[in-house]
Structures are given as C-alpha cells and as structure tokens.
C-alpha cells in the first residue's frame, strides 16, 4: 500500500504494479490520482540561462544567486514533503528571505481560523464514523478531491452511520453552479447567485434563530432545520465560498457558533499545503506571507501576487508548484524578468522561463516522507521507486550548504 | 440508447414470424433488452434491408459490449471517485471492511474495482439485476455524477 499524492486527501490504500522503475498500473486511486502516480512525461533536467548544466553547478549557483538577492522570496510548498518544507522555512531564516506558499491566495486564512481554534473541527474519520449531515459549500468534491465523498463522508459505512448514505446521511450542495457534487446531493442543492455567500449565510443565520429569510423562505428554512437537527455535522468550505467572503470570515465564524454540532474543514486541493502551513504556524503564527528579518513579519506585501505586483523581490525559488500556470498574467512579464530558481520533478510552465532549473525525484514514489492530510492528520508517503533524483528535501540542504 | 420504436421503425414491419417472435414489435423489444440479435431476422439481410440494417446496428452497438446483466461502464465518462465501490450492496455485503467502509476492496469478491483511475466490473453474475430474484438496483447508476455506469 502506497499513499497517493494526488490531492489532500492522501488516500493511503493505494496499489501498484512496478516494471522497470516505473509504475506501470495504479489500483484504487481515483484517475486524478492514477495520472499524479504515473509521474511525468517530460521529466526536468538541470539547467542554467536555459543551457543543460550538472545537477552540482546548478545547486552552486542556485544558492549565488539567491545569496546575491537584495530580497527574494521561496515560494510553492504546497506539493512538497513536510520535510522538504522545514528545510525551506530554514533557508528562508538563513537568507532573511520572504516565504510564502500557495494558500496564500486558496485556503490560508481559513486555516490560519483552524489553526488559532476559531472553528470547531474534527478529522475527516469522525465525518465517516459520526456524520450525518454533510454541506458542501463552494467547494466541488467529487472533482477536486475525487473520493471525498465514497472515503469519508456521504458513501461509507461508519461506525454509529451503518446504514451509510441511504438512510443515515444527507448531503447538501451550495454553489453557484450544479457542480457534480451537486448532482450527488440531488434534492438538497441550493444554487445561489455569484457571490452570493454572504447573503446565503446571513439568511442562513436569520432563519437559525428564527427569522424568516426574505428571499426563498421556504427552502432556507428547510435547511436550517435539518442543519438544527443534525447530531454531527459537517461543513466543507471550498474555494468557492473563501472567494467570494473574502476577508470576512467572522461570518463563517458566526454560523459555527450557531451550529454547535456543527464542524467546519477547509477543501485543500494540493497535497501538503496544510503541512506548510502548520509548519509556518508553529515556527512564527503566521501561516503564510512572511519575511524572516531578525524575527518573523508577517505583511500582505509578502504574499506573492503583492510581491510581484509590487515588483519587490529581486529572486524567486520554486518548488512544489507551478505559479506561472496559475497567476495571473499581468504578473508573468515582472516574474520572467528576475532570476527563477525552479526545483521541480517535471518540465513546468516556470521551469521553462527558469534560470536555473534542478530536478528532484517525485516525492511519495521515488522518494519519502510525510505530508499533512486536510484535516491535519499526518500521513507518511513512500519512496518505492528506485531512481537516481535527489529528494527536494536534500537539494534544499544542499543549497543550504552552499551559502 | 435507442427506443422500441426507433427499432420498430428499421424492421421489415411484416409480422413473418420467421425470427421466432409473434410481432415485429415483440423483436424489437427482444433487441433492445440484447435477447435476439439483428441477424435472427432473416428477411432484413436481404439487399433492399441494408441501409435499415446497418442503421439498427450503429444504433444498437453502444450496448453491444454489454455484460450477461446489461451493465456497461463508460470508461471516458468515468473519474475513478469510488462512489459506486463503497454504494454498490454486493460490495458492503461481500467487503464491509474495505469497500463497504469507503476503503480500497480488500477481497476479490466486490462487484466494482478502480484500476488506472478508472472502474473495472468483474464476478458481474453477483449483481442484483441478474439471475431469479433480480431487482431494479440503482445503487451504481446513483452516486455518478457523470454517468459513467449504465444498463441497457
Ligand atoms: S482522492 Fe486525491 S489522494 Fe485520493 S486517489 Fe484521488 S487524487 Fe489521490
């Protein structure tokens, strides 16, 4: 059994068929999940100015450049082994550098919540043994964390749900659109205008405590009471909602308190971005956007989008994602201007705009550790595929050496 | 896949008898739930037929990779979520720690297994819509949002 880094749900059951240091069948994971394990097709090789270089020179001058830097910045984190992480958050104390992870524009402030105990929380086995009603809120499960639903909420038998989803449970879907999520939960979707969660909840906080909402009375109050009655309940809040409350998460804070049966477990799509965060958190209290100084500041302006914006960093280490596929592109000019360091398993979009490019082994197949799941359990990943990469973890240390 | 009627409609419309059905609409019925094949009508493989004959079986070639219970998945359509795995009844009865726990099957006796991300049925004979005390289950169909299961 092997632990799939598809997503945070780290499925751990996992099989698979190895021929030839590759894997050539994946049994048990969802097809996200079966394509993440199969590893990449074009794999990264060590490069400096775009020119094939030796994985040494590469790390040598890695660590110049970053040594040079006025103010740079380690960023990604969120597919990178909590070992790999602490490693980062060192160099960046070394280097007097911004840290900074992909929550930063996902999830962080809502787990940042969790984190300082704002929310009730639970894990995600108490949802599979005890939960019976279930909200997906802005988030689309069944696509993004394909068996959140048949692991651990809706589907299984648990242990006081044994009669699972036919009688013991009820699914709920709010969004904006019918997700496929909202196809399972069928006769409890509430479809609501763009950007309209925040008048969802406070209708929902309304009808709670007894008013009756003005628009769509008769449903929101439907939901208010089978949310009233549920004996364990959990709400997932997806990136849909975070969105669209923005900073104002207090109101998320307001309906917890009303539902005193209630959980409520941030959606993390990438597979240890929670493990950064909580490494971040313990280290400073901040959970992302940081500069190590003589101690920890914690500003907007050290988030990447503002940093890029702002054009305040002179050098960027990438490990552990992709920004370039997912910022927007006003930013993208300021990003190729200055030197990328991209440490990456697989040619990316920012490995090919890098300076430097170091590839390191894929982490959880060819080489181990431990990630963090979305609900904060720690689950260790393995390295069953022999190969000749170096683990990120190492080439951080390296890079660290070379100061 | 196609209605009664859209077969009908491809048949000779003779009432011949000749494929063992009282009706030309007994035998659509009996292609549609794959108990007789296109070929049992003997007069449509005559040449004026064969424009209604090659339509009939376009129309009836989705089902044509469909097991002994009418079950076919759809593997472009399927993502590998496991939902029918762990809602499947045979699977809870047969595996109600692994499968029936939303876990990974732990014996080779469930109905429904993820393989390279994407639903493989086997020991189909299992299946509650199959043999004496057969039942209209629907415990597949259900949890897919994408319509990756379905029985002809
Ligand atoms: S749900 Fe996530 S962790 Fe589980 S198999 Fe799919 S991608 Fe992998």
């Given at each position: 059994m092997i632990t799939c880094t598809g997503c945070s749900l780290l499925c751990d059951d996992i099989d698979v068929v190895i021929e030839n240091h590759r894997i050539k069948e994946v049994r048990n994971a969802c097809r996200r999940g079966a394509a993440k394990l199969k590893g990449c097709r074009n794999r990264l090789r060590p490069s400096i100015d775009q020119t094939p270089a030796d994985i040494?020179?590469?790390?040598?001058?890695?660590?110049?450049?970053?040594?040079?830097?006025?103010?740079?910045?380690?960023?990604?984190?969120?597919?990178?082994?909590?070992e790999a992480q602490s490693n980062g958050i060192k160099l960046a104390k070394k280097l007097n550098a911004i840290i900074d992870d992909t929550s930063s524009f996902c999830q962080g402030l809502l787990i940042e919540k969790v984190l300082k105990k704002k929310f009730r929380a639970c894990?995600?086995?108490?949802?599979?043994?005890?939960?019976?009603?279930?909200?997906?809120?802005?988030?689309?499960?069944?696509?993004?964390?394909?068996?959140?639903?048949?692991?651990?909420?809706?589907?299984?038998?648990?242990?006081?749900?044994?009669?699972?989803?036919?009688?013991?449970?009820?699914?709920?879907?709010?969004?904006?659109?019918?997700?496929?999520?909202?196809?399972?939960?069928?006769?409890?979707?509430?479809?609501?205008?763009?950007k309209g969660d925040r008048e969802f909840i406070l209708s929902l906080t309304g009808a709670l405590s007894g008013k009756v909402p003005k628009?769509?009375?008769?449903?929101?109050?439907?939901?208010?009471?089978?949310?009233k009655k549920a004996e364990f309940g959990a709400i997932f809040v997806g990136i849909g909602l975070t969105y669209s409350i923005k900073d104002d998460v207090d109101i998320l804070v307001a309906l917890g308190d009303m539902l005193p049966n209630f959980h409520i477990l941030p959606m993390v799509g990438?597979?240890?971005?929670?493990?950064?965060?909580?490494?971040?958190?313990?280290?400073?209290?901040?959970?992302?956007?940081?500069?190590?100084?003589?101690?920890?500041?914690?500003?907007?302006?050290?988030?990447?989008?503002?940093?890029?914006?702002?054009?305040s960093i002179d050098a960027?280490?990438?490990?552990?994602?992709?920004?370039?596929?997912?910022?927007?592109?006003?930013?993208?000019?300021?990003?190729?201007?200055?030197?990328?360091?991209?440490?990456?398993?697989?040619?990316?979009?920012?490995?090919?705009?890098?300076?430097?490019?170091?590839?390191?082994?894929?982490?959880?197949?060819?080489s181990g550790g431990s990630a963090v799941r979305m609900d904060g359990k720690v689950i260790e990943l393995s390295g069953i595929v022999e190969n000749n990469y170096l683990a990120d973890t190492e080439i951080l240390s390296r890079i660290m050496e070379e100061l | 896949m196609p209605t009664v009627m859209e077969l009908y409609k491809l048949l000779p419309k003779t009432n011949c008898k000749k494929c063992g059905e009282s009706t030309c609409m007994a035998f659509a019925v009996a292609l549609l739930s794959r108990k007789k094949k296109v070929s049992e009508c003997t007069p449509i493989i005559e040449e004026m037929f064969k424009k209604d004959r090659e339509k009939l079986e376009s129309l009836l070639l989705p089902s044509s990779g469909a097991g002994e219970t009418g079950m076919i998945v759809h593997t472009e359509l399927c993502t590998g979520c496991s939902n029918c795995v762990v809602?499947?009844?045979?699977?809870?009865?047969?595996?109600?720690?692994?499968?029936?726990?939303?876990?990974?099957?732990?014996?080779?006796?469930?109905?429904?297994?993820?393989?390279?991300g994407k639903v493989v049925a086997s020991n189909i004979k299992e299946c509650r819509r199959f043999g004496k005390n057969r039942v209209l289950c629907y415990a597949c169909i259900d949890p897919c949002p994408t319509g990756a299961i379905e029985f002809v």
């Open positions: 040494d020179t590469s790390i040598k001058r890695a660590a110049l450049i970053l040594k040079n830097a006025r103010s740079p910045m380690l960023y990604g984190w969120s597919n990178s082994t909590c894990s995600l086995d108490d949802v599979k043994n005890k939960a019976d009603v279930l909200v997906y809120w802005g988030s689309d499960a069944q696509d993004s964390q394909p068996r959140h639903l048949s692991r651990f909420s809706y589907f299984p038998r648990g242990e006081s749900r044994q009669r699972g989803y036919e009688e013991d449970r009820i699914a709920i879907a709010i969004d904006v659109r019918e997700s496929n999520t909202a196809k399972i939960c069928k006769g409890h979707f509430y479809r609501i205008p763009l628009h769509d009375a008769k449903r929101i109050l439907e939901l208010a009471d089978i949310m990438h597979y240890n971005m929670r493990g950064f965060n909580e490494a971040l958190f313990k280290e400073t209290g901040f959970v992302n956007r940081v500069r190590f100084d003589s101690t920890a500041v914690h500003e907007n302006k050290y988030a990447i989008v503002e940093a890029l914006k702002q054009k960027l280490l990438v490990t552990g994602s992709d920004p370039l596929s997912c910022l927007p592109g006003s930013m993208i000019s300021y990003l190729a201007s200055i030197p990328v360091i991209c440490i990456d398993p697989c040619v990316t979009l920012t490995s090919k705009i890098s300076k430097i490019t170091i590839p390191s082994a894929v982490s959880g197949i060819e | 809602a499947c009844p045979v699977d809870v009865a047969n595996d109600p720690r692994g499968a029936g726990t939303g876990g990974a099957p732990t014996n080779d006796k469930v109905i429904f297994r993820v393989v390279d």
